[in-house]
């Protein structure tokens, strides 16, 4: 399978510190590819990067073709970031979070068509459509924050940190949820420093180690590398 | 009497809200105080005298109000090119627009002063007379027409506000900038459209207060304190807080004047600003919305 999104000697900068430097990664089109890292390594940058949301060096390649640094424009090429800690916005109902996520869909046929799927999909946002979205629980906001994603009808859809601070019983639900959706024919990027659960479910998988990737491979081959069960999945594991 | 008070009151209070309105839109996207609204309002009014008289026959009012809006809306553009765009570019502190706003609204005031001096003008009357009656009641003319005006303008900015996609993106940027870029909002064009929509408002406001009142360089800024008194009480930022803040402030404003004389009554109105700035700064619709992680 051909990539459809590939990043080349990526770096981005933060003043004199170097939060990337230079990382090379293809995702493969309708897979799970996972970025697992600890906490600061760089993994939420390199999807800032994509995302144009930060400044940014290297290449980007999207179907082929170099990606637009605007952050707006981005997204109407169908690629959207569900960013980490959800950042849905309070104030607003759960349904004008989801209308948001739809900015760039023109069709009112097609908004009212992906609601009802969000709604089918997340049954708790269906009966909570008129309620303040700042009021939702932890992992109702996670569900929004990948419901918003969705609505704009993405083809790479990248998730920071979906199970960070929620109960073990909704990160099962989450990541069924990201499964689902590659299953759709949805790219996934998935950040995580859920090691164990990423690599679990995806088909492939990078380890990002002060702003560089250092080892790659399928989940399966990431699970069993003596490396990375040292580093990130605690203690001696079997495979 | 009190009912001809009343109406009054809400007809100048809804000028307020216009007026308020005008400035929390752009406090609650750009997060700063856009003071140089208040110039804006003092050149329209001028815009509005000047565009009333240069025909042989007086155009009707709306005529009127179309023109300066859309004067208003150039101007606020050529504002934003001249005094903001720069400061946005460079991602300066909010003291910077804070200082270029007052900049501006002064430097306003003081191009209307070279050219009209302190002379006060009066718009041409547009009504035969002054008053109407509905049954025994007496109504002032132009209050009413100041009061239908600005109520269907506050209609159609609540309606762009809550129920069409511009108006929702403009509310996501105000709550999250950075966020809302993720969503495929283009900020920039949000910004233009804060902007056209804050230049109508002065445009509108200022041929209204031009109808009420004889015309002065500083009457938009004066105007305009009383707009900001509502927006600090109805909460910064928050549309519907300063519309209700400001049509009470205006029913007030009436009756104390009425019954206290026009000399206390702003001392009153922004003593209630310092207490409402000291006990409750969110204001009375206000919250701080906080992010659930």
Redesign the interface.
Known sequence: MPAILEVRGLKVRYGVHEAVCGVDMAFEEGKITAIIGSNGAGKTTIINAISGAVRREGKILYQGAPLTDKANRVVRRGIVQVPEGRKIFPGLSVEENLRLGAYTVKSNREIERLLREQYRMFPRLGERRKQDAGTLSGGEQQMLAIGRGLMALPRVIMLDEPSLGLAPVIVTDVFNNIRRIRDEGITVILVEQNAKKSLGICDYGYVIENGKAVIEGTGAELLCNEEVKNAYLGAAREC | MSLQLLISGISLGSVYALIAVGFAIVFSVLKFSNFAHGGMISACAYIGYYFQRSFPSTPPIYVTILFSALCGVALSFLVDFIAYRRLRAKQAPNIYYFLASITVSIAIVQILSVFYGNNLYAYPAIFESTTFFIGSIRFSTIDTLILLVSLAMLAVLIYLIDKT?VG??I??VA??A??????????GFIIVAVFAIAGVLAGVSGVLLGLKYSIYPTLGSQMMLKGFIASVIGGLGSLSGAIAAAIILGVVEIFLTYYLGSLSTPIILFGVMLVFLAVRPEGIAGRF?????
């Open positions: 996609r929702l993106a509310r996501a709550i999250n950075q966020t809302s870029k993720l969503m495929g909002i283009n900020s919305a906080k992010d659930k992680v």
